[in-house]
């Protein structure tokens, strides 16, 4: 198998780069939650880059990502990888360009865009600079956003998915059972249970209420890279219609990211975010741009714990628990917000993992 793959390696690179390049080392590189992995290839050849990046995909790559996503009257017909890069490439967005397609065979080849993850590039740097750089993440969601949204193609698969109600729903429930659930061996009591799936409804329809554009879904610091000053684009595969803040919350909120974007910051970038909007799109943000956001942030942390239990439970992969935390303080410091969700609230902060 290494072989075959070595003298595939070979073979796209000439393809592409001339029939004078070699691949002269070939590196593993850290992969994601996915099934995919990703190999650095060393080239050498004149009018070839240093270096390019092989995806490879485990299972040809047609199937959908994400199982929840599984929506489509018809299975993808290609790559949804390919499909939405091609999309976000005509639109300016800084994504990888793409080298060679051997999907069929288990293969893309991308240009190399370095190492160096958004929230890599932000540590240890003041508040001044952590805002430059995500002020350039916000300039290119609201490429994908606005004029996404304005070129709306039904031939991308991104135009045929939204974040609705019943993926919301889906996300509730994926929490309550492995982040409360099978985290603890044990069902929740039927009346708290009743509470949060009552509060969770109704923040799930009011989100599928909310205008729809188009987001990327995993907008956040380890999907985007920093690369002689300009931020790239990854992972964008999953893109589909959801409420206008989704991403956004998911930039400035996930994970670890409220230690580097504090509460100063974030004012200061929602603020950006307003009048660059603005600025684009020729019409105000919503009057309803903040409660919209907060509730994105909120069903945001709650989908990431469950998920990274998900992950650890059933994927063996427990080292995204180590963002447990961070996620369950962000939760604590949206949940005031709500007054009108107090009751599940109160049931959040007894289940939640401490």
Known sequence: MENERAALFDELVRKRFGTRTAVRGVQAL????????????????????PSVVAMLLADRGIALSSEELAVLQQPPAELPYLNVHRFLSRLGVAVPELYADASERGVLLLEDIGDVALWDAVQRQSAEAVQRLYERAIDQLLIIQIEGTRRHD????AFQQAFDERLYTWEFEHFIEYGIERRLGQSLPADEAAVLRRHFAV????????PRYLNHRDF???NLFVQDGAIRVIDFQDALLAAGPYDLATLLGDRDTPHVVRPDVEAALLDYYRQRWEALAGEEVPKAFADVYFLCALQKALKVVGRFYFL????????????????????DRILPRFPEHAEMAGVLRKWLPR
């Open 203 to 210: 923040i799930a329809r009011r989100l599928d209420a909310a």
């Open 154 to 157: 039904p031939n991308c698969i």
């Open 312 to 331: 650890d439970i059933e994927k063996r992969k427990p080292g995204y628990l180590r963002y447990i935390p961070s996620t369950v303080r962000q939760i």
């Open 220 to 222: 956040h610091s380890w």
């Open 30 to 49: 850290a992969g994601d939650a996915s099934t995919r992995r990703y190999a650095r290839l060393q080239l050498e050849g004149p009018g070839a880059p």
